[in-house]
């Protein structure tokens, strides 16, 4: 009968449920296996678990049309799915040298720094990321999303309706990076309190890793300008178009259009107001090990850039020379 799992799925849906909860609970002990791994081993495990996860995410989709709900296989076929990205971006957690600043940072003792200092609660021997939006684009719920927790979780993120961010606060990235990476909830630009001509030296957006605007619809002004200023200034930025679950559901019973359909529009839509295809990502916070949706290249993005800013340690590099500390380096779009 429709919205009725056979049996057979049932017990599928179930094992695949565990394996990604099992994959989902990676620790300090894994975290530092992934830190062992060499380059390549390290893809040919990410390549592997891909590989595992596709063939779950397929059965996923089929038992989705068979009527199974997405929390019976589909979170447990994503959490496989999701599981390398995560792997291969706290490898690059653990790679580099906190001791050194991001290479776009103002150099401390520069006349840049004195235009734009570094604020008294931030940082940077720990990898900060900013993470800013309006209220009710599901801010918080995606910043629970990248640490593993749901929004009932302990010391998750509080989310609700008409909640927002009044300063700064930080979030340990995830818990087997031990407090060397924080995600910091970021006030909204253009209020009172934080208004947008002096946002950028207010909020020490140069001296992040990165920023992530979170977005539900269009850009407003403000943001659009604060965009354009990180790119200037090399910190590295990703535009997060969040909720993409609800306008999938709502143009597919509205208009019969495709998964496929809807998220090309809404692709097409951002990238008329500006934003760089390679630097935008579709993702649902809710759902974000969804394999439809990017929260898996969005980790890889903020990875690859990473590497790029900071510089990697000692025993990572051995004999071979390690890279300039200084020396800026164009921001490069994540393909």
Excluded at 245 to 257: H, M
Excluded at 303 to 317: G, I, N, S
Aim: proline share 6%; charged share 20%; hydrophobic share 40%.
């Amino acid at each position: 009968r429709r919205g009725m799992a056979p049996p057979g799925f049932s017990v599928m849906g179930a094992a695949v449920s565990a394996a990604g909860a099992a994959l989902r609970g990676v620790d300090a002990s894994a975290c530092h296996a992934a830190s062992q791994l060499e380059p390549a081993i390290l893809q040919a495990a990410s390549a592997l678990a891909g590989s595992a996860a596709s063939g779950a995410i397929a059965m996923a989709k089929f038992g989705t049309c068979a009527g199974l709900s997405l929390s019976t296989i589909g979170l447990g076929a994503g959490c496989i799915y999701a599981s390398a990205s995560f792997l291969f971006f706290v490898s690059c957690v653990m790679r580099v040298d906190t001791n050194v600043p991001p290479i776009h940072a103002p150099l401390e003792g520069s006349k840049d720094f004195e235009t734009f200092p570094r604020p008294e609660w931030l940082s940077t021997e720990v990898l900060n990321w900013g993470v800013m939006g309006r209220v009710g684009v599901g801010k918080s719920t995606l910043i629970n999303a990248f640490r593993g927790l749901t929004a009932q979780g302990p010391h998750a993120a509080p989310v609700g309706v008409g909640h927002t961010t009044r300063q700064p606060h930080a979030y340990g990235f995830v818990r087997a990076s031990s407090n060397s990476a924080r995600l910091w909830d970021l006030p909204g630009v253009g209020t009172p309190d934080w208004p947008r001509v002096s946002y950028i030296k207010d909020a020490g957006l140069r001296h992040f890793d990165g920023v992530v605007f979170v977005i539900s619809g269009a850009f407003t002004e403000a943001e659009a300008d604060l965009m354009n200023e990180l790119m200037d200034f090399q910190v590295p930025y990703y535009v997060v178009r969040n909720k993409v679950d609800q306008d999938v559901v709502n143009n597919l019973e509205d208009n019969g259009t495709s998964v496929g359909e809807t998220l090309q529009e809404i692709r097409k839509e951002l990238e008329e107001h500006g934003c760089e295809p390679g630097r935008t990502f579709l993702v649902s916070a809710k759902h974000a090990q969804c394999a439809d949706y990017e929260f898996d290249r969005l980790l890889g993005a903020m990875a690859a850039d990473l590497a790029m800013q900071r510089v990697e340690l000692p025993e990572v590099y051995g004999d071979r020379p390690r890279t300039a500390t200084r020396q800026v380096r164009p921001l490069s779009v994540p393909r």
